[in-house]
């Protein structure tokens, strides 16, 4: 679940506090867990700890693991922005500015990294602030406090998004909220049992100017369907570090005699131990099958990278020289990852282009007509980069080429320094 559905769309203070209400009720709680396990805070149960033995509670951190490695092959390289018709030059350099003066790439990669762990991201586009050179801003907004509301529709359609944030006021809690619908800011402020409206402003940017990027159809994180798994792999690496702990704590058990507790502290002192005729000592330890152990880590494992589709950086196969087919089959589950995230997210830079583009006082009609290009983060391969120019050359047109080149991180950048070399060399021997 990652929206709110309302039966009422009037935004006034009732309404907003209710929505404010269940958002804290039924979607933060599983946000904040998720949160957890990328922090690697989340909770290790252990039932039936016996007293004065080792507990440990060890964390191995795949929820970090599975978003860093997803998030960096998906959004590590920035996209690239391109335009097929050279009279709409104006509207790609005034975005190219923008996405400068934004940092962009960052950004792209912060909406990447809350789709990994929550599900869902989201972006603010807002106009220029007095005192500010950027005439469009974007900003991330915090998924535990940021949501969408919308109507009871067969369609679910979004009638409006609510950011809001608690602070401390002369030692009480208070609440900002703001909300945003297609034509207008509300800014509430008050208590969390009760905002009030404090102001109601025209943003003008044609939408409702915070965009939400899914991860998956379904809003589901890349690790949110496993984390009994990840459960699991804790339990099973904590329960062993016990064991084997317990090992080095092992019970001296004597037979046949009986020691005080000066005996024993002379034994602890000088490790000798002068017994009784007839009497015996020896260790009583647990028995720790650490073989089997690491064979159900291993199972837990390959159960994780397989489900999260997220490949084991550590396999031997990715050291090697592996044949582009053979690396190809490996890296297939991440691509269908990075194919699914990129369909989602491609919708939501064309929002962010078409708000851009009205704030510019351009026609953000032209928006479609910019092609936006993502790539996946490979390791650079010159001697395939080479096979494939020398054999797509006139078969594909050169921009073409050009995106599916690793060293090539700007498009149009490349292809217009191309033409530039093209024309001094003609002009050179004309």
């Known amino acids: 679940m990652y929206k709110i559905n309302a039966d009422n769309f009037e935004i006034n203070s009732n309404n907003v506090t209710e929505w404010i209400t269940e958002f804290k009720n039924s979607i933060l709680p599983k946000r904040l867990e998720l949160a ?17 033995r080792p507990n440990y509670s060890i964390n191995v951190n795949m929820a970090k693991y599975i978003t860093d490695v997803a998030t960096g092959y998906t959004f590590g390289k920035p996209a690239s922005y391109s335009i097929s018709s050279d009279e709409y ?4 350099d005034g975005i190219l500015n923008v996405n400068k003066l934004n940092h962009t790439d960052e950004l792209d990669y912060q909406m990447g990294g809350d789709m990994s762990v929550f599900g869902i991201a989201y972006q603010l586009v807002y106009s220029k602030q007095e005192n500010s050179t950027i005439p469009v801003k974007y900003k991330r907004l915090d998924p535990t406090r940021t949501f969408a509301v919308c109507d009871n529709t067969i369609e679910e359609n979004i009638f409006c998004m609510v950011y809001f944030h608690e602070y401390l006021e002369n030692k009480n ?34 939408q409702i100017p915070v965009i939400q990027s899914l991860n998956n159809d379904d809003g589901y994180g890349d690790y949110e369907m496993i984390t009994s798994l990840l459960d699991s792999l804790n339990l099973m690496v904590s329960n062993n570090t016990d064991d084997l702990q317990s090992v080095s704590n092992a019970i001296l058990a004597v037979s046949g005699g009986k020691l005080g507790e000066d005996e024993i502290k002379q034994i602890n002192k000088y490790k000798v131990a002068n017994l009784p005729i007839g009497a015996n000592m020896e260790w009583i330890i647990k028995n720790a099958n650490v073989e089997g152990t690491l064979g159900q880590v291993k199972h837990l494992l390959n159960f994780i990278f397989q489900i999260s589709m ?49 704030v510019l006082g351009l026609s953000e009609n032209n928006a479609e007509d910019v092609q936006i290009s993502f790539y996946r983060n490979l390791p650079e391969n010159m001697a395939q980069d080479y096979e494939i120019a020398k054999n797509l050359t006139g078969v594909l047109s050169l921009k073409t080429i050009l995106k599916n080149l690793s060293v090539v991180d700007d498009v149009e950048a490349e292809y217009k320094a191309i033409q530039e070399e093209k024309n001094i060399s003609d002009n050179k021997f004309a």
């Open 310 to 358: 997220v490949p084991d950086l550590s396999d031997d196969a990715f050291a090697g020289n592996l044949s582009g087919v053979a690396m190809q089959f490996k890296m297939w589950g991440i691509d269908q990852l990075w194919t699914s995230k990129i369909r989602k997210y491609k919708t939501s830079v064309y929002k962010r282009l078409k708000m851009t583009l009205r």
């Open 36 to 52: 957890s396990y990328y922090d690697g805070t989340n909770e290790i149960i252990k039932q039936n700890a016996v007293e004065g």
């Open 89 to 92: 030059k104006k509207i790609l």
């Open 173 to 206: 809690l208070k609440t900002k909220v703001y909300v945003w619908d297609k034509d207008f800011l509300y800014i509430f402020g008050g208590t969390s049992n009760l905002v009030m409206i404090a102001s109601k402003t025209p943003h003008y940017m044609g």
